[in-house]
């Protein structure tokens, strides 16, 4: 099964930035359309970003402009930078392809708290 850990969150001031990390143990990584996801207690996940395997973008309305999500194949990895913050991007973030499968796995999340 492919493992996904997800890295890079923290508590921030509203404004400020962070990168995400999404590490995967997937040999079909490169082939692979990825996309970020977020979740608040209580309310459904959330799909934010989405790369395909060519590393063609597309976001949410609510982080257009402020998330800007970009891969390495050579390394597997996933990233989503996060400028000028908002407290209702409070969140735990995973990475997971995209389209999700039948039973996703799930990686432990990142958390990510922005303070006003």
């Known amino acids: 099964q492919v493992q996904l850990v997800e890295s890079g969150g923290g508590l921030v001031q509203a404004g400020e930035s962070l990168r995400l990390s999404c590490a995967s143990s997937g040999s079909t990584f490169s082939r692979n359309a990825f996309g970020w996801y977020r979740q608040v207690p209580g309310k459904q996940r959330e799909l934010v970003a989405v790369?395909?395997?060519?590393?063609?973008?597309n976001y949410t309305d609510s982080v257009k402009g402020r998330f800007f999500v970009s891969r390495d194949n050579t390394k597997n990895t996933l990233y989503l930078k996060m400028n000028n913050l908002k407290p209702e991007d409070t969140a735990v973030y995973y990475c997971n392809p995209y389209p999700l499968g039948p039973l996703p796995y799930w990686g432990q999340g990142t958390q990510v708290t922005v303070s006003s």
């Open positions: 790369i395909s395997s060519a590393g063609s973008a």
